[in-house]
């Protein structure tokens, strides 16, 4: 059901904005960028992921009791992370868009995004990961007009042809968000895996693509 409804509202995507829209594989929501000239690093890194327990980040998060007695249970298990994603909004100024995104929902406690910034801060603190003061802007990119091959001007308002090497390409995309402003891209879909993985999407076989990913944990 939501491969086959995601794919579908993609496709009318990309009919009216020019192949600008990512790929249904690429989907995911990115933690924070790592630096590592010819992979030095890389192997820290990953280390430092198989470190990490997701379950007793959640419950550390949800504040789980702790046991009673030696051998007996803490209390319930963490409440399994999922992820609904509604709505479109873009990362510039609406009648200048280069890139628009579908934000993950509030649960009512901001579980989401509290796990995912102790994920962040732990690669921080390692040094992995370069600190950034600015609140973590959990994100899925549905569009992104950088992947748009041959163009070099912007349309839909200024510029011209005249700048320095190729111009951001830019949509008025004001009336794209109006129509998928409440419009749910995903309900409750699980979390199942943390990843680090190398920038630059690739083509599979069947014709989507994908990150290549170095190393994964599953969230529970």
């Known amino acids: 059901m939501f491969s086959t409804r995601l794919r579908f509202c993609l496709e009318w995507l990309v009919l009216t904005l020019t192949l600008t829209v990512r790929p249904i594989g690429t989907l995911h929501l990115t933690l924070g960028v790592m630096s ?3 992979d ?3 192997e820290k890194a990953v280390a430092l992921l198989k470190t990490l327990i997701p379950r007793k980040i959640l419950a550390d998060i949800a504040e789980a ?3 009673v007695e030696e051998g007996k249970p803490a209390g319930p298990l963490p409440s399994p992370l999922s992820v609904t994603l509604k709505g479109l909004h873009s990362m510039q ?3 200048k868009a280069s890139v628009l995104y579908a934000p993950p929902v509030d649960d009512g406690g901001g579980l989401l995004i509290k796990f995912c910034e102790k994920l962040r801060s732990a690669f921080q603190e390692a040094g992995l990961m370069m600190e950034d003061s600015r609140p973590l ?3 899925a990119t549905i569009l992104n007009t950088m992947y748009v091959k041959g163009r070099n ?3 839909g308002g200024g510029g011209g042809g005249r700048g320095r090497g190729r111009e951001k390409l830019t949509i008025d995309a004001r009336q794209i968000l109006d129509r998928y402003d409440d419009y749910s891209w995903i ?3 699980p979390v199942e895996k943390i990843a680090i993985c190398r920038m630059g999407a690739k083509k599979q076989d069947d014709g989507d693509e994908a990150y290549e990913v170095e190393a994964e944990i ?3």
Request: proline letters at 17%.
């Open 40 to 42: 030095e690093g890389l």
């Open 187 to 189: 309900e409750n879909s």
């Open 65 to 67: 009791p702790p046991a």
């Open 93 to 95: 100024p609406a009648a």
């Open 137 to 139: 802007l959990l994100h």
């Open 218 to 220: 599953d969230v529970i």
């Open 36 to 38: 590592f000239p010819k």
């Open 153 to 155: 001007a912007s349309r």
